[in-house]
């Protein structure tokens, strides 16, 4: 079969925001080449899945999705299906032998090439590590608008023990300011309000290209776009946070105070071993002395091999210090590609989920008191879904996805405005509030 143009294009894209980011670019591949794009992966004439491959459990998901194409393909010998990103990066060769019926492999590297290999018609499996970005228009395919992200970067320089993805992405790669900045412009015509920036550390950005960190700059030059409501920043690596950026997180309007700083970890034994900065609690302690109005938000991880009790204990004193609004919690998944595979003294299964629970409870309780310090406070907020006469709504101290909302009555609103209310009380993680009179 030859594959023409207006043929049905699905995207299955699995993992986090920055594969999401990516799947919109080559949306807008297929669409200026004249391929159609479809959510209805039974009537599409190619399926394309982009993979994560993180953690194990995200490599069992990618492959459950790519499974479940080649059923499709059993009943269907015309459709193809290809897989792209981080899954074939990591598992190559082995996937050729497991998957005989998919058409064409595409690691990090030649993302942005996918359309071109698709259009040969010929079987390909092309796993270089990852190349530049991909500066096409992005095709949204995120269903909460007026939300959305831009990556501003590819690869990582650091080498955290337990992250593979260096492996798989290569060095770190940033793209232009005019890039990204033009894309911002693009999506902000389009009806964008938000944009959060993402990339798998943001406070790099402009090193290998400027010379020196720019993400400063890049803020500055992206919050000069008109209509854009709220600028957002995620992953960003502690030891580069600095003086100048939070200043201008501080000094512009549209920029929320909140950012996102991955620590992983507290105890400098763990640091040490996780190859991360070990006055991370020094830098936190700084930011928050300096910053006092900054909403943090930060992800940690339990059971990393060699965590003793008297570690965690530190950690637990960590979260009970209360220095983060948001804290996502991971227990530790051994990858045999991560360096810390190579660790002696493993944790038990069940004490990496204990310590889980454990901070998760205390982070429970500091929400509790953080949100009871919200309640008469007044907020702007963004209604991204109403259900149930309820509309769900976050403020610029909540991103999207990942941390909790604010829920208030139906009363003429509708999804993507921006209203002015008042918190009134709050439901476990979220905050209850009514909609301002004035
Ligand atoms: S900063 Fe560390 S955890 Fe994040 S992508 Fe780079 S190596 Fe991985």
């Not at 594969?19 to 591949?29: I, P, R």
């Not at 950690?315 to 660790?343: C, M, P, R, T």
């Amino acid at each position: 079969m030859n594959i023409l143009k207006n043929q049905k294009v699905a995207i299955i894209t699995l993992g986090c925001s920055k594969n999401t980011v990516e799947s919109e670019s080559v949306a807008g591949l297929f669409v200026k080449d004249g391929f159609l794009l479809t959510n209805d992966i039974n009537c599409a004439d190619i399926i394309l899945i982009h993979t994560c491959s993180f953690i194990l459990d995200a490599q069992l998901e990618s492959q459950s999705q790519i499974e479940r194409a080649c059923l499709i393909k059993q009943k269907n010998q015309n459709l193809k299906v290809f897989v792209s990103g981080c899954l074939p990066q990591l598992l190559k060769e082995s996937m050729l032998k497991k998957y005989p019926l998919i058409d064409g492999y595409v690691g990090t590297g030649s993302f942005g090439n996918i359309v071109h290999l698709i259009k040969k018609n010929k079987f390909f499996a092309d796993t270089q590590c990852a190349g530049g970005m991909n500066d096409s228009r992005r095709r949204i395919l995120s269903d909460n608008l007026p939300t959305t992200y831009i990556k501003i970067a590819e690869g990582c320089n650091h080498k955290c023990s337990f992250c593979i993805i260096p492996k798989l992405r290569g060095k770190y790669k940033s793209r232009t300011i005019k890039s990204v900045v033009d894309e911002a412009k693009a999506l902000v015509d389009f009806g964008i309000k938000e944009i959060n920036i993402i990339a798998q550390d943001t406070t790099t950005y402009g090193t290998d290209i400027y010379g020196k960190p720019r993400l400063d700059k890049l803020l500055q030059e992206i919050s000069k776009i008109n209509n854009l409501k709220w600028i957002r920043l995620l992953y960003s690596y502690p030891s580069t946070v600095t003086s100048s950026l939070l200043e201008t997180i501080y000094e512009h309007d549209n920029i929320c105070n909140y950012i996102d700083i991955p620590v992983q970890h507290i105890s400098k034994n763990i640091l040490t071993d996780m190859n991360r900065p070990v006055n991370t609690r020094k830098i936190i302690e700084n930011i928050k002395k300096k910053f006092p109005n900054i909403f943090l938000r930060t992800s940690l991880i339990t059971g990393f091999p060699n965590e003793t009790k008297k570690d965690f204990a530190e950690l637990e004193e960590f979260v009970k210090e209360n220095w983060f609004e948001h804290i996502g919690i991971f227990g530790y998944s051994d990858q045999k590609a991560a360096g810390s595979f190579k660790f002696n003294n493993k944790i038990d299964k069940d004490i990496i989920e204990q310590r889980k629970q454990i901070l998760a409870n205390i982070q429970f309780n500091n929400v509790i008191k953080n949100n009871s310090k919200k309640i008469g406070q007044n907020f702007e907020v963004l209604i991204e879904s109403i259900d149930n006469k309820k509309a769900y709504c976050r403020a610029y101290f909540q991103a999207p996805e990942i941390d909790n909302n604010i829920i208030i009555n139906v009363n003429n609103l509708k999804v993507g405005d921006f209203k002015k209310i008042t918190v009134t009380g709050f439901k476990d993680y979220d905050l209850v509030g009514k909609q301002c009179t004035i």
